[in-house]
């Protein structure tokens, strides 16, 4: 198959469309607005549903009632976006119909700025709307791996009438890269059993919500719900491994924090330090079961992100105290180096790991040097 | 009395098919039950049944879904529009309704609802104003009179804080987008007749695919009210008649000549 | 010579709001002390003779519990 040069909202949206998209409803916000730009002429040329929303607010919910139709359906948003979207997204779940997001994340807290960043993993893996939920949260590091992930998503929140997101930052959205766009997928042309798409004489009536007033009726949902989420605990883990069969220690970073953390990698292996890069894909669900068989033989984990150490506290608790863990990020929207990161793989080679203290007030106290060298 | 045998009588009036023969939650004389006849009895005589899908909001008829023979979904608080467009652009074929209440519709769901309209969506929203939050137990609202007394304003509705009300079918009228919204009341019968004639109308926009349209029915609530239902009936006619008046805001003139 | 009807109000709906009572242009309707629906309520009932079938009750009742009956015969004299 050919490779084209695509913008990474653009190759969002367009993937979409290949999977199958039937309705798309979104609002403006940088750095991912291009998806909805693009979608607003691609979707009405083959007579699918675009609409731009009044607001984030508005999209989520329109998503929702969409997807309570029977419809393949997506938004996409950056980090203030999602924060509005958190209501409708446990609704989505409470209410157990299938729908995808996509979170192009921003420097924040707040407006913040439209840098990329990674401070979106706690309210999206962690928490965010209310109630007990888990969204499948995979993130994709360029933009062909984030073309599959976008294809393969919506079977996947089908498979389990559940919510897909594909969180990326800004850039990854907005950088081009060549890739490989996948086959055009036909639409559905027959709508779910259980979805309000209107009996037409055909069959019971469906009803779709999620109150459940009596608490034990309720408390059933959740199990339901739990149970659901223990069988894409054990079908949907998905990482990649660099350097690591023979690796004394490892990088672990996500998305474009990994990515940038592999170029330190094959520059530390080129200086001979045994240094190997763990990749979580899926960090809902997360790979808690390779990373506690990881710590039965390193000497340690050096976590990279572009936040204040969100995945940081995951990787701890798998590790389960094993191993000493080592942190390092850049926040706001600024983005590491991979010189800055091989500085650090070097230090732990040269002078080992510390054991004391939180690796996140280590952090802190080398990161205010660095803020006021650079 | 002498018992009549109405094998041989006519049947002038009965409990309507689209709405479930089930005992309902609201509360005795509260005239969300009369909506909700009047909606049903308009879907039949329509015949919209098998194409009809619902979205029920967040108030005293959350549980709206209980009672229509039809798809039906829930919505977050206000929402409803907004889900309602979501299900409208995936089968525009269907018939769409919303049903809201006053702090639903014009409270946290203000923004949906002015943009559902402005963008002409074929929907029709069925909007029960009764002066205050029902369920929570009588709070303030958007459409609580001037010093009327609720539980989140005990010295009656001070505007010089809290303002006044919203006249939503007033507001969303400017809107180019609406089709069809006018505002009835159901204090007695013949104003419920007219309601039914209002909401005939605004199913006939949504068939006729001339946008946006909603009926405003003043209604009742006894409880928080603190009246019996027929007391209430009257209050509405003496309180909420001069501030919320009866009358067609947007038509359509695709439906001018419309009788029923 | 006036309509003749009647009406049946069903007791699993019912919930003595009395709205029928205070609408009914011909006032006969009144709650049945001697009985109690399942929910605890007097349903409304005729008490005496003297109901048209005009449907009024119908129009005003919340729970859709009344069905309203009016004489054959006397519809076909209105149609002579």
């Known amino acids: 198959m050919s490779r084209e040069l695509w913008k990474g909202n653009e190759a969002i949206a367009e993937a979409a469309v290949r999977a199958g998209l039937q309705a798309y409803f979104g609002y403006p916000i940088t750095p991912q607005t291009e998806a909805l730009e693009y979608l607003s002429w691609r979707l009405p040329e083959l007579g699918r549903a675009f609409l731009q929303a009044e607001s984030e607010l508005g999209a989520i919910n329109m998503v929702y009632g969409a997807a309570c139709a029977g419809a393949r359906t997506m938004t996409t948003t950056s980090s203030p976006g999602t924060s509005l979207m ?184 080129a200086e001979g330090i045994p240094v190997g890069l763990f990749r979580p894909i899926s960090v809902s ?77 280590r952090w802190l106290a080398k990161l205010e040097t660095i803020v006021k060298e650079e | 009395m002498t018992t009549m045998n109405v094998e041989d009588m006519q049947v002038i009036y009965q409990h309507p098919t689209s709405l479930l023969d089930i005992h309902t939650h609201y ?67 269907k018939i769409v309704l919303t049903y809201q209440g006053d702090g639903d519709m014009i409270s946290i769901g203000t923004g949906e609802i002015t943009h559902a309209a402005a963008r002409g969506e074929n929907i029709t929203v069925i909007f ?32 010089e804080q809290a303002g006044y009300p919203i006249r939503a079918s007033e507001m969303l009228a400017t809107l180019d987008g609406a089709g069809y919204i006018a505002r009835r009341s159901l204090h007695d019968p013949k104003n419920i007749r007219l309601a039914k004639k209002a909401i005939r109308t605004a199913f006939e926009a949504q068939v006729r695919g001339l946008g946006f349209s909603m009926v405003e029915l003043l209604s009742t609530c006894p409880t928080n009210w603190h009246l019996a239902p027929a007391a209430a009936g009257k209050w509405l006619e003496e309180n909420m008649l001069p501030y919320f008046p009866l009358g067609d805001y947007k038509v359509h003139t695709a439906l001018k000549d419309l009788k029923f | 010579m006036p309509l003749s009807g009647t009406i049946i109000v069903d007791e699993n709906l019912c919930k003595a709001c009395e709205l029928c009572i205070v609408n009914c242009p011909v006032q006969v309707i009144a709650l049945d002390k001697n009985r109690i629906t399942p929910r605890g309520f007097h349903p409304a009932a005729l008490f005496k003779e003297g109901c048209t079938g005009c449907g009024t009750c119908a129009v005003v009742c919340p729970e859709a519990a009344i069905t309203v009956y009016r004489e054959k015969h006397v519809e076909k004299e209105r149609n002579a």
């Open chain 1, 86 to 269: 958190m209501e409708g997204l446990s609704y989505i779940a409470g209410t157990e119909v299938p729908m995808v997001l996509v979170d192009v994340v921003r420097g924040g807290p707040g407006l913040g700025n439209i840098a990329p960043a990674q401070g979106d993993y706690n309210q999206i893996v962690h928490g965010g709307g209310h109630g007990d939920y888990h969204p499948i949260v995979l993130a994709p590091a360029s933009i062909q791996e984030t073309i599959n992930t976008v294809y393969e998503i919506f079977d996947i929140v089908e498979k389990y009438r559940t919510i897909g997101i594909v969180m990326v930052d800004g850039s990854i959205g907005q950088m081009m890269e060549p890739v490989a766009l996948p086959a055009m997928k036909e639409v559905r042309k027959v709508w779910p059993s259980w979805a309000a798409s209107a009996t037409e004489g055909k069959r019971e009536r469906n009803v779709l919500t999620s109150i459940y007033l009596d608490p034990k009726q309720e408390e059933i949902t959740n199990l339901r719900l739990m149970k659901t989420w223990q069988e894409i605990e054990k079908n949907e883990i998905r990482y990649k491994e660099y350097f690591m069969e023979d690796a004394k220690f490892a990088v672990v970073g996500f998305g474009s924090a990994g990515r940038v953390a592999l170029s330190a990698v094959r520059a530390a292996r």
């Open chain 1, 285 to 361: 669900p997360f790979p808690k079961k390779q990373i506690f068989d990881l710590a039965q033989r390193l000497e340690g984990f050096f976590v990279v992100e572009m936040n204040s150490g969100m995945m940081l506290d995951d990787v701890l608790l798998a590790s389960q105290g094993r191993i000493p863990v080592e942190f390092y990020g850049r926040m706001g929207g600024v983005m590491p180096f991979p010189d800055e990161i091989l500085r650090e793989i070097r230090l732990l080679h040269a002078d080992g790991w510390k054991n004391e203290g939180h690796p996140r007030d």
């Open chain 2, 128 to 159: 029960i104003n009764n002066a205050n939050y029902g369920m929570t137990g009588g709070q303030m609202a958007p459409t609580t009179l001037p010093g009327q007394k609720t539980t989140s304003s005990p010295k009656g509705r001070d505007v």
């Open chain 2, 27 to 93: 509360c005795p004389g509260c005239t969300h039950g009369v909506a909700h006849r009047l909606v049903a009895e308009v879907i039949d005589e329509m015949n919209l049944r098998d194409q009809c899908i619902g979205v029920a909001s967040v108030g005293c008829s959350v549980f709206a879904y209980n009672y229509f023979d039809f798809d039906f979904i829930q919505s977050p608080h206000g929402r409803a529009p907004a889900m309602a467009t979501g299900v409208k652009r995936v089968h525009p074929g």
